[in-house]
Antibody
Framework: QVQLVQSGAEVKKPGASVKVSCKAS????????INWVRQATGQGLEWMGW????????GYAQKFQGRVTMTRNTSISTAYMELSSLRSEDTAVYYC??????????WGQGTMVTVSS | QSVLTQPPSASGTPGQRVTISCSGS????????VNWYQQLPGTAPKLLIY???QRPSGVPDRFSGSKSGTSASLAISGLQSEDEADYYC????????????FGTGTKVTVL
C-alpha cells in the first residue's frame, strides 16, 4: 500500500543538527512533492517546506530559511529533512507528507526530535 | 504561527451536528482551495476534505466542507464518539512564496 515510513526518534544537544528520513513505497516517488510539517507537544501544525523529488527543487518557510535542507535519494525512494542549529524550541514531532493537488494525502508516522542539554 | 483562525473547541452529543469555522484572508482562503485534516490523539494527521468540499476515498459522508470568500467551514453530522479529535483547516498562501498555512486547530469533544 501507499505509505511513508520515517526514521526513529532522535535526541540532540542544542546547536547540533538532525536529519530525518522518509521512505516512500507503493507509488512512484518522483511523481509527488514531499512536504515537511512539525508539531510541538500540545501545539498545532507548522509547515516547514517542500521538495520535488524529481527535480530536487525546494521551497522553505521563511522561518526556517538558512537552517533547513530538504534532499532526496531517488534510488531508494527516500526524502530527507535536515535541521541545523537546533534549539529547545525545535523539540517536536516532525512529519513528512505527500502532496496531491493542493493537499497532503499521505503522512508519515512522525519522528520525535528532542533537543536537550 | 497560524494564519487561519479556528475556534479552540467544539462539542456535541452523539448524533448531533457540529460545525467548525476557519477564517483566513484574500491571500490564502480567498485565492486557494481549503483542506481539512483530522488528528486523532497520538497519531499523524489524516486528510479529511480537500479542494473545499471533496472527500478522499474512505471518509464518511458525515463530513462535509464548504468555502465562501475568505472563510471555510467543516460540518460533522451524526456525530460519533470516534470523531473526537483535533481538526485543522489549511490552505496555500500566495503572499509568502508559496507558504502552506494551517489553522489554529479545533478540539472536538463528544459529550
Amino acid at each position: 500500500q501507499v505509505q511513508l515510513v520515517q526514521s526513529g526518534a532522535e535526541v540532540k544537544k542544542p546547536g547540533a543538527s538532525v536529519k530525518v528520513s522518509c521512505k516512500a513505497s507503493g507509488y512512484t516517488f518522483t511523481s509527488y512533492d514531499i512536504n515537511w510539517v512539525r508539531q510541538a507537544t500540545g501545539q498545532g501544525l507548522e509547515w516547514m517546506g517542500w521538495m520535488n523529488p524529481n527535480s530536487g527543487n525546494t521551497g522553505y518557510a521563511q522561518k526556517f530559511q538558512g537552517r533547513v535542507t530538504m534532499t532526496r535519494n531517488t534510488s531508494i525512494s527516500t526524502a530527507y529533512m535536515e535541521l541545523s542549529s537546533l534549539r529547545s524550541e525545535d523539540t517536536a514531532v516532525y512529519y513528512c507528507a505527500r502532496r496531491i493537488f493542493d493537499a497532503f494525502d499521505i503522512w508519515g508516522q512522525g519522528t520525535m526530535v528532542t533537543v536537550s542539554s | 504561527q497560524s494564519v487561519l483562525t479556528q475556534p479552540p473547541s467544539a462539542s456535541g452529543t452523539p448524533g448531533q451536528r457540529v460545525t467548525i469555522s476557519c477564517s483566513g484572508s484574500s491571500s490564502n482562503i480567498g485565492s486557494n482551495t481549503v483542506n481539512w485534516y483530522q488528528q486523532l490523539p497520538g497519531t499523524a494527521p489524516k486528510l479529511l476534505i480537500y479542494s473545499n468540499n471533496q472527500r478522499p476515498s474512505g471518509v464518511p459522508d458525515r463530513f462535509s466542507g464548504s468555502k465562501s470568500g475568505t472563510s471555510a467551514s467543516l460540518a460533522i453530522s451524526g456525530l460519533q464518539s470516534e470523531d473526537e479529535a483535533d481538526y485543522y483547516c489549511a490552505a496555500w498562501d500566495d503572499s509568502l512564496n508559496g507558504l502552506y498555512v494551517f489553522g489554529t486547530g479545533t478540539k472536538v469533544t463528544v459529550l
